[in-house]
């Protein structure tokens, strides 16, 4: 039994609206070792913790975390469409894992997922059906959201499991790190937008779509003349947090509450608690050590963009 944890922000801007050259061809290089790095692993399976915005989980029933036995990616902002390979009986498993670890999690035998979960299988593994994937939602979006304390137990009981199977399992967590692109909410929202996220959102009209994929564009290009039009990014608030997970000492985010997170980071920043629950998942299997780290704030796709490798010390 052997894991590789790689953490990465997504972003469904990319190629929309992009950073200098030199900044791309610096996070390419990142992206491009840290598939090195996993193809010399050649994973068996893969566990892949990831948000959703709004495409595939609405507030006609929010759970805080799902697994999936089936998924489909819906291909978003241009990223690939697709079905996951997720081995049905190994996802259902790992559900009753977790249950009898006293962690509830809900399961969706056809899971609908965006970016979040198409994006670091792209970048990472060359595409949707490379190697057999569990897909893990955690909800960073809609209020009320999870906490800290039990995004750690969800992957600790996951990466028991995974641990279990004499597999090479890669981790994966997907988000963050600070930022909070214009994401409606459901208190404020108008009727109509109020109705998309009860749930009729989850089949937008391509038109609709393509309206919502042009007010985020829009939104960056705001955001890199001017950082006030939405909530800052925070270098010093994601550079802590690297450290934290770096270190493996991920109890020390149990007393962090969900409002402070918001109020210094953004709201979309919870996505972190994926690289939470990886980085538990990953310890699950033994202490583990950084490998490789990388950070730098990117306005234009509105993050603060991070990746970190560890593997077992």
């Known amino acids: 039994m052997t894991a ?26 990142v992206i491009t070792a840290a598939r090195k790095r996993i193809e010399a692993f050649d994973p068996e399976l893969v566990l892949l913790f990831s948000p959703d915005h709004y495409n595939g989980f609405f507030y006609d029933i929010m759970p805080s975390f799902c697994v999936g036995t089936k998924a489909y990616a819906i291909g978003d902002f241009g990223t690939a469409a697709g079905d996951l390979p997720v081995p049905t009986e190994l996802a259902e498993q790992a559900v009753q894992q977790v249950m009898d670890a006293g962690v509830d999690v809900a399961l969706s035998h056809k899971m609908q997922v965006d970016h979040g979960f198409s994006q670091p299988l792209e970048f990472l593994l060359g595409g949707l059906d490379k190697v057999p994937v569990i897909p893990v939602f955690i909800n960073s979006v809609a209020v009320p959201l999870p906490s800290f304390q ?42 109509h937008m109020k109705d998309r996220l009860l749930g009729s959102g989850r089949d937008l009209p391509e038109e609709e779509r393509e309206l919502r994929t042009s007010r985020v564009i829009e939104a960056a290009r705001k955001f890199v003349d001017d950082q006030n039009t939405l909530h800052p990014l925070n270098p010093e608030w994601d550079q802590w947090f690297l450290e934290v997970v770096a270190s493996g000492k991920l109890t020390e985010l149990d007393s962090v509450s969900n409002q402070e997170v918001s109020d210094k980071a ?46 077992k010390a």
Not at 8 to 26: A, F, K, N, R, Y
């Open 266 to 311: 953004g709201k979309s920043t919870h996505e972190v608690k994926n690289w939470v629950a990886a980085a538990a998942a990953m310890a699950a299997f033994g202490d583990y050590a950084e490998e490789t780290r990388y950070y730098r704030p990117i306005p234009e796709w509105i993050a603060g963009y991070g990746a970190l490798t560890a593997a």
């Open 150 to 191: 039990r995004a750690r137990l969800l992957g600790d009981a996951l990466g028991r499991w995974a641990a279990s199977l004499n597999k090479r399992v890669l981790i994966i967590g997907s988000g963050g790190l600070s930022h909070q692109p214009p994401v409606p909410e459901l208190a404020t929202a108008n009727d």
């Open 4 to 29: 590789l944890l790689q953490c990465l922000s997504h972003t469904p801007l990319v190629g929309h609206v992009d950073p200098e050259q030199p900044i791309l061809d610096e996070v390419d290089g």
